[in-house]
């Protein structure tokens, strides 16, 4: 077996996420070599042979694989992937986005989302908005896999010493190109792994609002998300969005202000460790789940709690 | 131009499944079924194209059950001009959709295929990706803007740190993210005027393509379920909790 796992980065800096992806990677066995595709990489390449288990690194830089178009990387992919059994990424909007077209270029299967690896071509993953977990054997020579971030404990970033080899594979499609990109810039910590994540609905009524879960976030240290409501209201922006359709996370404090908890909601938060939730309505779902459960108006109760801590 | 919806019959995305008690799958005896919620953006995205003139020609495919007339039929009431099933009892799955998907783009044509993003029952987010790569077309997926102008789309982007706005070459793939826009429903009217519009029926083998499952399942279960928590009584009460229980500030 060997495992080839797609680096997931912004040009500059390895993203934590693939250390989870190499977590998975391990537990499939063999040998595990990181494909680091963009422009102006070399680092990011450099990071990634520092990563515990890692054998080696393949690194494509060129221009062609700046924006992470997935044109051009199903097509790199598809062909650096032929070696592989196995072929896995992060379960991303970019690893979403270029494994199933990977996968049909190989005339493969795709498995998305894998939670759990059962041997090394069964896995674990969810369905219905996490409201069942199937276990499922892939029956294709080649498994091009993704892998839910949040269900690996990342392995080492450092302690490797894999070779870097650079890839003069220039796939460049030319049937789509990059335009722009508005990224959400915050000095809180990203969502996926924060440590603690508070969540505001439309319970907060509008996007100022969202200032009293910003301040207690910065005092925690935590991260800031959304239910889909507060982002289709305007309140803040679709980078937050957590639950089925969002993104997931499953921190060590999860606090749900002013969110029902709709199955679609829960379903990007409910492996949290300890969820916290604060609305006014007691008959909210979202008190089934939570461990701790505080009826309360949230413009009383957030800055309350604000003062307290 | 002519557009192809693909659209998939799920399970009504306000139904909490079950397992079943010998873990072979979810129980769907009984249960309410609709069109995925993302298809139902496709079809209006298509509708809306077309309302502005960009779009001649709106045909919805559905890849199932006999029953999955029934959305078809909806997306027609819905504004698309007539529809095509590949019927088959089979569990279908990503790939083998986008086989069936890509024989039919084969045949028909389209400058643009609209899928969502992601069908709620399987979770998988793949189709669009799939047949996108058999077809040798560029994708835009997660939309939440299209733009078609000049023999190109332009297609804005939901992705994990905010918004990509990429342009693709015609003929394109685009799937549907939630925002795209807020589709309308059907009017009695329509649905009846929906009823006359045509409804061809295909197999997999008209089409030439092996619809053979290639992931099998093994089991389904019930995810783990939370412990019942408490409800605190007060702020003092939660920062106690918080801070001797569990531990966690
Ligand atoms: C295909 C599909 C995918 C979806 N994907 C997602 C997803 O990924 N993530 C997601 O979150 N949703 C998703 N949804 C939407 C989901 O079904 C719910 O509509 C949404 O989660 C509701 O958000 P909410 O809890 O903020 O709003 P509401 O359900 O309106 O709840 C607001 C809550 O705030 C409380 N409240 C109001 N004022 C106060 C106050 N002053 N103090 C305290 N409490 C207050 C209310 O009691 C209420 O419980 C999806 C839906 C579909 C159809
Ligand atoms: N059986 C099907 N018939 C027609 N379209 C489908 C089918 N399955 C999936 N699709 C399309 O592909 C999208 C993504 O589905 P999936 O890849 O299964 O998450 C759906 O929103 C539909 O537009």
Redesign the interface.
């Known amino acids: 077996m060997s495992v080839l796992v797609y680096a997931e980065h912004d040009n500059a800096a390895l993203n934590k996420v693939t250390l989870s992806v190499v977590a998975a990677a391990k537990e499939i066995g063999g040998d595990i070599t990181v494909l680091v595709a963009g422009k102006g990489c070399g680092a990011v390449a450099e990071e990634a042979a520092k990563i515990d288990g890692v054998s080696k690194v393949l690194c494509a830089d060129n221009d062609a694989y700046e ?1 992470q ?3 051009n990387i ?1 097509d790199l992919v598809a062909e650096v992937g032929a070696d592989y059994s196995h072929i896995l990424a992060a379960a ?3 690893g ?10 190989l ?7 894998i939670s759990d690896v059962v041997d090394s071509d ?1 896995f674990k993953r ?15 020579a080649k498994k091009v896999i993704t892998v839910r971030g949040t269900s690996f404990d990342g392995v080492a970033a450092e302690g490797g010493s894999a070779s870097v080899e650079s890839l003069d594979v220039v796939k460049d ?1 030319g ?10 810039k915050s000095d809180r910590p990203e969502l ?1 792994s924060a440590e ?1 994540v508070i969540s505001g609905g439309r319970g907060m009524g509008n996007g100022e609002n969202f200032e009293i879960l910003y301040k207690l976030a910065d005092k ?1 240290g935590a991260g800031v998300g959304a239910s ?1 409501a507060a ?2 209201a305007g309140f803040v ?3 937050m969005q957590v639950g ?2 969002g ?1 997931i996370v499953a921190p ?2 999860y606090v749900a202000v002013g969110i029902s908890g709709a ?2 909601h829960l379903a990007g938060m ?1 492996d949290s ?4 939730a604060i609305n006014k309505d ?1 008959e909210a779902p979202i ?10 108006d949230l413009f009383d ?1 957030v800055p ?2 604000d003062g ?2 | 131009m002519k557009v192809l919806v693909p659209i998939k019959r799920v ?1 009504d ?1 306000n139904v ?4 079943k008690a010998d873990n072979t799958g ?1 129980d769907l005896a009984n249960v309410k079924m609709a069109m995925n919620p993302f298809c139902e953006i496709a079809v209006e995205e298509a509708v809306r194209l077309k309302e502005k003139g960009v779009v001649t020609e709106i045909v919805a495919v559905s890849i199932g059950p006999k029953t999955a007339q029934e959305q078809l039929r909806t997306a027609m009431a819905l504004g698309a001009d007539r529809s095509i099933l590949v019927e088959t009892d089979e569990d279908v ?3 083998g959709i ?1 086989k069936a998907l890509k024989a039919i783009v084969d045949e028909e044509k389209p400058e643009l295929v609209i899928l969502g ?2 069908a ?15 077809t ?7 939309a ?1 803007e299209v733009d078609v102008a000049d023999g190109k789309v ?1 297609v804005t ?13 015609l003929p394109a793939v685009v799937t549907t ?3 795209l826009n807020e589709p309308r429903y059907a009017s009695l009217p329509n649905i009846m005027k929906a009823k006359k519009k045509p409804l061809d029926t295909k197999t997999a083998a008209d089409l030439g393509v092996d619809l053979t499952p ?10 783990a379920e ?7 009584g ?3 009460e ?2 106690e ?2 801070k001797n229980e ?1 531990k ?2």
């Open positions: 924006h178009l997935a044109e199903g991303t909007t970019t979403k986005n270029f494994a199933p077209r990977a996968a049909a270029l005339d493969v299967a795709q498995i998305s989302e069964t969810p369905i219905y908005a996490g409201n069942a977990i199937a276990t499922v054997k892939c029956g294709d499609a049937i789509s190109s990059f335009v722009g990109e508005e990224l959400a996926t603690i925690l889909r982002v289709d922006p679709n980078d089925q359709t993104k060590n404090l199955i679609q409910k460790k300890v969820i916290v007691e008190f089934q789940v939570a461990d701790y459960g505080l009826v309360a109760a309350e709690l307290k801590l | 399970v995305y909490k499944v079950r397992v979810v799955q990503p790939l986008a993003k992601q709620i029952d399987g979770d998988n987010n793949q189709t669009g990706q799939m047949l996108a790569a058999l040798g077309m560029p994708q835009g997926t997660f939440s332009k982007r939901e992705i994990d740190g905010g918004l990509q706005t990429v342009e693709l070459n993210d939630l925002r290639r992931v099998t399942t093994v089991s389904v279960e019930a995810p939370r412990q019942a928590g408490i409800i605190v007060s702020v003092d939660l920062v909790k918080l569990a966690v500030i």
